[in-house]
């Protein structure tokens, strides 16, 4: 049973840093893309980060030169470094796994 459990979220101020950290469970990782998503109050989720087995990494526009995903596959997490985070960064943040799965998700909060 994959299991993905995130964590880090909160409130923060404009300019702000915040790390995400999902980790995973039940399921081979280190060879599966894992992805960041978000929504926010009102709006459909949308794709934030990905990064691929070996390390390939893709970046929403709104997000480019602000965050940073990264994985430890020893240790089955995936991360998503957030700096200078702005008010419309506030949402719901997700993980992903391979596509299929989702966790609960965490909330992130940008005060302006």
């Known amino acids: 049973q994959v299991q993905l459990v995130e964590s880090g979220g909160g409130l923060v101020q404009t300019g702000g840093s915040l790390r995400l950290s999902c980790a995973a469970s039940?399921?081979?990782?280190?060879?599966?893309?894992m992805g960041w998503y978000r929504q926010a109050p009102g709006k459909q989720r949308e794709f934030v980060a990905v990064i691929t087995g070996t390390g390939n990494t893709n970046y929403a526009d709104s997000v480019k030169g602000r965050f940073t995903i990264f994985r430890d596959n020893a240790k089955y997490m995936v991360y998503l470094q957030m700096n200078v985070l702005k008010p419309e960064d506030t949402a719901v943040y997700y993980c992903?796994?391979?596509?299929?799965?989702w966790g609960k998700g965490t909330l992130v909060t940008v005060s302006s």
């Open positions: 992903n796994l391979g596509g299929d799965y």
């Open positions: 039940g399921s081979s990782f280190n060879f599966v893309t």
